[in-house]
């Protein structure tokens, strides 16, 4: 009689593993979403946070309308922006004083897509970026966006900052935006047409007046908010004077009603690469603030993982209200810091401040000449560069110096996409070249022999050496010219052996003489080629 088969062994499932599975689920959202700890202190530093929001509420406004303008879109746009931005960035996000809104950086990446695609494009690729952040957050990839080299980084500030700059000539010589995508482009021909008599005097000495101030001004009391003055300065001048010059023009009393923008999924496969640059510049630049923040508050590192959700969620939001992409501002985050703030209790009083503006004080705000923003512009502009920053990378070594400039150049003549594209790519071509020199063979004396045997393998080429480093397919291109056939012949293949004495074959076999750091097929592949070169020279006759 045939024994009855076993049951089939299963693995035991445990009630408490779903409830741990539940936790660590529970326990993981919960270190992305708001919470109690966000505000400790604030029964402390109210006052100052008020203070501090108020002041950069101030600033944060030229500002707002500036970059909305120049964006492509309106002056609304801007203010939208910073205040739905501002507010949700600081509730959800992972700094503590951040200040969120649109900026220069991002107007370089959104003009070309108003210009392609219309303005109706870029709320759809503000929602689509803000769900790859938020999708990026979640995911935890807050942390290798570190792994973006430097150089890179100065380099597509500084072009962003020539673009910005060349965006203004038009504006500051008074003459209608000649067309074309390129901005250098559109600044030449701009100033073709003033030189030919259509430019405004007064646009330009409004400009002038505008820069003046905001340079002047810090000198003096670094307490006065210089670009509000500098602003309502070339207004009153404007007003006063008669000035025919381009002004904002009526804003709404309030805020718009929120709506989903247009889809049309032929344009939204176009945009594909848009919304990877607006979402990956986004994150860039929101944690490089952040990460500048906590060097200058001591209120605590930022959570780089819910930074990233914040400002996902503000970008998600932000169109809905008619508003453009909208990242970390580093200068408003650093007047936040300088004027007091401990807690996101400031950056919602600057949101709370540009509400007051929409539904006060927007019929003053419509008559700010253009002019005059591209003047506060400018100034941004340039106070964007660290010189210092600039001149260590060209002065570490030639590499950086390298790839600073081609991101730099690809920036102002193609577009920032490809240049953050072509400088990745540079950077890791000159780093895999600069591996490849540290992997080095070094000759290492035979063991147990004495001089005239040592010698007498020498005349032979039975050599020892040692490879140190990362031996992958550029260190061995580099190095094959170098290490010859007699690479090792001892160390690597038994059969060399033959003719060795029995002290020395005992003490050579099972010798290690690798130290690498990392290693890919280059490597079997050349120690292949060298062994059997090898056997060939000692079977000779």
């Known amino acids: 009689m045939s024994q009855p088969e076993e049951p089939t062994s299963r693995p035991m499932v445990r009630p408490s593993d ?7 689920f529970w326990l993981w959202l919960g270190e992305l979403l708001p919470q109690r700890s966000d505000y400790d202190g604030l029964s402390t530093s109210w006052r100052g946070d008020i203070v501090a929001g108020f002041t950069v509420g101030v600033v944060a406004l030229p500002l707002a309308l500036a970059f909305g303008i120049a964006s492509g879109l309106s002056a609304q746009a801007g203010l939208v922006t910073a205040i739905i931005a501002g507010l949700v960035a600081a509730v959800f996000g992972g700094s503590s004083v951040q200040v969120s809104g649109p900026t220069g ?28 952040i938020v999708a990026a957050g979640a995911a935890k990839f807050g942390r290798y966006l ?17 673009i910005i700059f060349l965006q203004q000539v038009p504006a500051a010589l008074g003459v209608p935006k000649p067309e074309g995508e390129n901005t250098a482009a559109v600044a030449v021909r701009a100033v073709g047409e003033a030189v030919r008599g259509g430019g405004m005097w007064w646009a330009f000495g409004l400009v002038a007046l505008v820069v003046a101030i905001m340079v002047g001004v810090p000198r003096i009391h670094r307490g006065i908010p210089a670009s509000l003055l500098a ?13 025919d010059v381009g002004v904002i023009g009526a804003l709404p009393s309030s805020l718009p009603t929120p709506s989903l923008p247009a889809f049309d999924p032929g344009v939204v496969s176009d945009l594909f690469g ?21 060097g200058m508050a001591g209120v605590g590192r930022h959570d780089p993982n ?3 959700i914040g400002q996902g969620l503000a970008n998600m939001i932000v169109p809905l209200f008619g508003g453009v992409p909208a990242t970390g501002a580093i200068a408003r985050t650093a007047v936040n ?18 509400i007051a503006v929409v539904f006060v004080g927007s019929g003053l705000v419509a008559e700010i000449p253009l002019a005059a923003l591209a003047g506060v512009l400018i100034v941004t502009a340039v106070r964007m560069v660290d010189v210092g920053n600039v001149a260590t990378v060209v002065r570490a070594t030639r590499s950086d110096g390298v790839i600073l400039a081609v991101t730099a150049v690809v920036t102002v003549g193609f577009d920032l996409i490809l240049a953050v594209q072509v400088g990745m790519a540079a950077a890791a071509v000159l780093a895999l070249r600069q591996l490849a020199r540290t992997s080095v063979p070094v000759a290492e004396p035979l063991p147990l022999l004495d001089a005239d045997t040592a010698s007498a393998l020498r005349a032979e080429h039975i050599v020892s050496y040692r490879l140190d480093g990362a031996l992958f397919f550029g260190a061995v291109q580099v190095k094959r010219n170098y290490v010859s056939f007699h690479l090792m ?19 050579m076999q099972g010798k290690s003489c690798f130290n690498f750091k990392s290693v890919d097929t280059a490597l079997f592949q050349e120690l292949d080629r060298l062994i059997e070169r090898s056997l060939e020279r000692v079977r000779q006759p």
Request: charge should be positive; hydrophobic fraction near 60%.
């Open 337 to 354: 810091v300088k004027a007091g703030a401990h807690t996101r209790v400031a950056s919602i009083v600057h949101s709370l401040v540009l």
């Open 274 to 294: 848009a919304v990877l640059a607006v979402a990956a510049l986004a994150a860039l630049e929101s944690l490089l603030s952040a990460k500048v923040a906590d």
């Open 489 to 507: 012949p001892v160390y690597m293949h038994p059969d060399l052996l033959d003719n060795a004495s029995p002290a020395l074959k005992k003490r």
């Open 146 to 162: 570190a792994f973006i080299p430097w150089p890179v980084i100065e380099g597509f500030t500084l072009g962003i900052v020539v």
């Open 18 to 24: 779903g409830i741990r599975t539940g936790r660590s």
């Open 105 to 132: 950086a991002m107007t370089v990446v959104l003009v070309p897509i108003v210009a392609r695609h219309g303005v109706e494009a870029v709320f759809v690729v503000g929602l689509l970026a803000g769900t790859v």
């Open 306 to 308: 819910r930074e990233l």
């Open 231 to 243: 602003v309502a300065a070339a207004t009153i001048v404007a007003r006063l004077g008669g000035a």
